[in-house]
Each structure stands twice: as structure tokens, then as C-alpha cells.
Nanobody, 115 residues
């Protein structure tokens, strides 16, 4: 089993920044894919960014050049640096970890961007 705990969400004005963290614990294997998803009210959950265990990132078009995903494998922690935030970035942000055919999710952290 894997447990994921997100932190760092909050309220910020448009143009501001936030840094999300996701701490993973449990049976974590060397090869895995971690990612950040978000879900706004009334919308489907969407991928924001993902990163392989080797550090290769992937971003959705909507956050490219504004958000940076990173991870510290020694600490089993993933980060999402969010800059130039927009009101449309408002959502619940979820951390995920996928390994050996299984997917695990955190409980989510709320990000609200005011205009």
C-alpha cells in the first residue's frame, strides 16, 4: 500500500505563486510515475503534470511554462511550483502515484486564485 499526503494549497491572488508538496510513504518501488491532477467544480479531473522516477516531466498545455514539477526520490516527495497563477487554475489538486499496474491518490489540497 501507498499513502500520499498533499500540502501547500491555499488562497492566492492572480499572478501569485504557490508550491504544492506530496509526501509518499509505504511500499514504493523504484520505477513509478507521479503526477498532479486537478478538478474544478463541475469539471472532470484533468492531468496537470507528471514526472517519471527518472525525472522526466510532462505538462498539460494549460500550465506549460508556468508550473514546474519536480521530485526528490530520497525523500519520496513530489513538488509542483505554480507561478503566474490564474483564476482558472482554481481547483482541488490531487497527487497520484502509479506503479506495477496500481494507482494511488492523495486526499487533495484546495487552490483558490482570486482575480
Amino acid at each position: 500500500q501507498v499513502q500520499l499526503v498533499e500540502s501547500g494549497g491555499g488562497l492566492v491572488q492572480a499572478g501569485g505563486s504557490l508550491r504544492l508538496s506530496c509526501a509518499a510513504s509505504g511500499s514504493i518501488f523504484g520505477l513509478n510515475l507521479m503526477g498532479w491532477y486537478r478538478q474544478a467544480p463541475g469539471k472532470e479531473r484533468e492531468l496537470v503534470a507528471s514526472i517519471t522516477s527518472g525525472g522526466m516531466p510532462n505538462y498539460s498545455d494549460s500550465v506549460q511554462a508556468r508550473f514546474t514539477i519536480s521530485r526528490d526520490n530520497a525523500k519520496n516527495t513530489m513538488y509542483l511550483q505554480m507561478n503566474s497563477l490564474r483564476p482558472e487554475d482554481t481547483a482541488d489538486y490531487y497527487c497520484s502515484l502509479k506503479q506495477r499496474g496500481n494507482a494511488y491518490w492523495g486526499q487533495g489540497t484546495q487552490v483558490t486564485v482570486s482575480s
